[in-house]
């Protein structure tokens, strides 16, 4: 079955870094895009950062833009989020979504805070 494993997230002072990790199974990941949502309490779930198959193909979100960075490695079926210059507002759960196949991942919680 497909699973989604993220990990890397925690607690961290602003204007540090945070790399994430989604570990995928169960499917040929590097048919498919994928990308990184978050959800803030209290808001909606939000796109971070998309990437196609090939890893050629990145779109960031504006908030993110110049700080985060999508990446993946399909010979270990991981994609990254690397963050830096972290603010607090950017505290939320970040989940890997596995486009086209409808899959996500369990989250991952980052929390910016001095």
């Known amino acids: 079955q497909v699973q989604l494993v993220e990990s890397g997230g925690g607690l961290v002072q602003p204007g540090g870094s945070l790399r994430l990790s989604c570990a995928a199974s169960?499917?040929?990941?590097?048919?498919?895009?994928m990308s990184w949502y978050r959800q803030a309490p209290g808001k909606k779930r939000e796109l971070v950062a998309f990437?196609?198959?090939?890893?050629?193909?990145?779109n960031n979100t504006d908030f993110v833009k110049g700080r985060f960075t999508i990446s993946r490695d399909n010979s270990k079926n991981t994609v990254y989020l690397q963050m830096n210059s972290l603010k607090p507002e950017d505290t939320a759960i970040y989940y890997c979504?596995?486009?086209?196949?409808?899959?996500w991942g369990q989250g991952t919680q980052v929390t910016v805070s001095s």
């Open positions: 979504y596995a486009n086209i196949l409808g899959y």
């Open positions: 169960g499917f040929t990941f590097s048919r498919y895009g």
């Open positions: 990437i196609a198959s090939a890893g050629s193909n990145t």
